[in-house]
């Protein structure tokens, strides 16, 4: 039995590599397309009408799902690949649908193909109904630092703190490591759940859950649990506070 593809990633890297894995590892199925954002992937779906596609979740111009919505009148199976680990979908439960951690490991790879397989024709699936079951409670987003070997993933709730160097950043983990990357503070914020780590000053965002006291002051400071005291600028004094329910 062979499936047709289409891969919808925003990363070269990540597609690339997973087409380069499917190639070598998966012969039963074929990629017909690569999409790099919503529109590219919703064209690519309606034009190739493909029985399998591996969906990246988070996109730069909106959520795989999107891409769902869009083509829901059509019938395909979804293997979902993401730096995630937790995204709390009971859709994982349909028969249509599988899950994929970035980096994507060759043996998970094999299985999710292995299960797609085996499995009879689910039919029509009803997309209405299982975008309703989403939710993202519970998100655990992984953050590529390149090195010079390639790139390195650390889950972000092992981050305590980042600290700003010009236009590198200094991410300080719970083990005790510190990493350097050469992406702006800015960058990172953007990247990482707001509502987990606020930017308390113009140098230094923080992960709130590993906060253990706050100092008073003109700005005042704030103690992490490994000992690490951070400034907070005046202006950021009340977000925070707000931040700490207080």
Known sequence: MSFSAVIVDDEPNGSESLSLLIKEYCPSLEVLAIASNI????????????????????????SGFEVID??????????????????ALKA???????????PVIVEELIEAVKRLESKKDPGPVNWTEL????SFKTRKPKISIPTQ????????????RLEADSNYTHLFLSTGKKHTASKTLKEFESLLDETVFVRVHSAH??????IERYIKGDGGYVILNDGSNIPVSRSQKAFLLGKLGQ
């Open 39 to 62: 529109t590219e992937a919703v064209a690519a779906i309606r034009k190739f009408k493909p029985e399998v596609i591996f969906l990246d979740i988070e996109m730069p111009d909106g």
């Open 70 to 87: 869009k083509t829901k009148d059509l019938s395909y199976r979804v293997i979902f690949t993401t730096a995630y680990e937790q995204y």
């Open 92 to 102: 994982f439960k349909v028969d249509a649908l599988d899950y994929l951690l970035k």
């Open 131 to 134: 975008l309703q079951q989403v």
């Open 149 to 160: 070997e390639g790139l390195l993933f650390i889950d972000s709730e092992n981050i305590l």
């Open 205 to 210: 965002l923080i992960n709130i859950s590993k």
